[in-house]
Structures are given as structure tokens and as C-alpha cells.
């Protein structure tokens, strides 16, 4: 019995990575990762959201289509939608942040720099990979910095 289970869960984990597996797990255990966990869904309505997206509080920093018909009104939604990301972060003592980027690239960068700014952490971001499989992407951008060589 414990082979047969250790082979579906290789199986499992080769076709849909082991970060689905996790949050599938939680699902059904009713658990988050972390309670001062925050997973922020940047424009909701345009994919399917899976049990990896629903880690810790889930806050969908926006839905559908934008307005994005002018630099100015691009700004504003853009701006707008900050705002309110920025209140969920600054609402609780966050530890972990994972972005999800759905919608326009723009839109994500953002986030991910909002959060920096406020909570001085890096946001591990979900790549979707293609067929059902996503990957948790965490870059430690501080020890690139360090690392990267200084020009001749």
C-alpha cells in the first residue's frame, strides 16, 4: 500500500508539480499554508482560478477588462487598483506574498513592486507553464544584486 501511494504521488507531482500538490492537500485538510499568507490574484475573470491559487487570504486585486483605451486611463485604472492592494498589504503583519499574474503584464509588475515598497518582500510569482502545470517562482533579487559583477 505505502508503494502504490508513494508512486501516485510521484505521478501526481511529475504531471502537476509539487506546489499544486501542496495546495491541493491543504484544500482538502481545510488548512492554508500560512495564515500571514497573502495570495493576490491581479485581474480574476480571465483564467480559471485552481486550489494553487487560493493560499492563505486570497485578495483579486481586479476583474475583467480594463480600461486601457488612454495613457490616462490606463494610469488611473493601474493606479486604482494599487490603492486598494495597498490597504490589504498594509492591513495585516504579511510574512508571505504570492502573486498570481493574471491580465496585463504591466499590472503585475506593479504589484510586485508595491509590495516591495510597503513590505520589503519579494513576492514569489505563479508561472503558468502550460497544461495545468504551474511553478513557483521565487528569485531572491537582493543576492543577484550582490552577486552580479560590477562594470570593467
Known sequence: MKKEIE??????????????????LHSILGSSDDENT?????????HPT??????????????????FSSKESSALEIKNILYGVAKVLKSKKWKKVILVPFGPSVLS??????VYKILYINTID???AGNG???????DHRKIAEN?????
Open 148 to 152: 552580479a559583477p560590477q562594470k570593467d
Open 7 to 24: 508512486k501516485l504521488i510521484n505521478t501526481i507531482i511529475e504531471i502537476h508539480g509539487v506546489d499544486n500538490l501542496k495546495a491541493e
Open 50 to 67: 485552481e486550489a494553487l491559487h487560493n493560499r492563505g487570504t486570497v485578495y483579486i486585486a481586479s476583474t475583467g477588462s480594463l480600461d
Open 109 to 114: 509588475m506593479n504589484i510586485k513592486m508595491l
Open 133 to 139: 502545470i504551474h511553478y513557483d517562482i521565487n528569485v
Open 126 to 128: 505563479v508561472l503558468h
Open 38 to 46: 497573502l495570495t493576490i490574484i491581479a485581474n480574476a475573470g480571465i
